[in-house]
């Protein structure tokens, strides 16, 4: 069982920039598609942005477009998100999700991904 473990949450006022980390422990890490799915308090878990090295893809929500980068680090079996221009509304429990079977039309869809962090909260104060 793949356990990916995230690090990196934490406040940070409008404005600012955090960068949350995922190791995922697979020796086939850079065949995975890899995302970040967040969840905000009494709303459903939403994709944020997700890559596939195979397909070549990088994909993001409209929301964050602009403002969050999803990169990673195959040697190191980590995926990063770099969140600038912070906003209140990303205010959220973030996930990170990877998978070695999801197709490029399936990495917005939770459903697709396997593998699943324990979230890493994310606090924006106005």
């Known amino acids: 069982q793949v356990q990916p473990v995230e690090s990196g949450g934490g406040l940070v006022q409008t404005g600012g920039s955090l960068r949350l980390s995922c190791v995922v422990p697979e020796v086939s890490f850079r065949r995975y598609a890899v995302a970040w799915f967040r969840q905000a308090p009494g709303k459903a878990r939403e994709f944020v942005a997700a890559?596939?090295?195979?397909?070549?893809?990088?994909l993001y929500a409209d929301s964050v477009k602009g403002r969050f980068t999803i990169s990673r680090d195959n040697a190191k079996n980590t995926m990063i998100l770099q969140m600038n221009s912070l906003k209140p509304e990303d205010s959220a429990v973030y996930y990170c999700?990877?998978?070695?079977?999801?197709?490029?039309?399936?990495?917005?869809?939770?459903?697709?991904?396997?593998?699943w962090g324990q979230g890493t909260q994310v606090t924006v104060s106005s």
């Open positions: 999700a990877a998978s070695g079977t999801v197709i490029t039309a399936q990495l917005r869809s939770q459903s697709a991904y396997g593998y």
């Open positions: 890559n596939s090295q195979r397909s070549g893809s990088t």
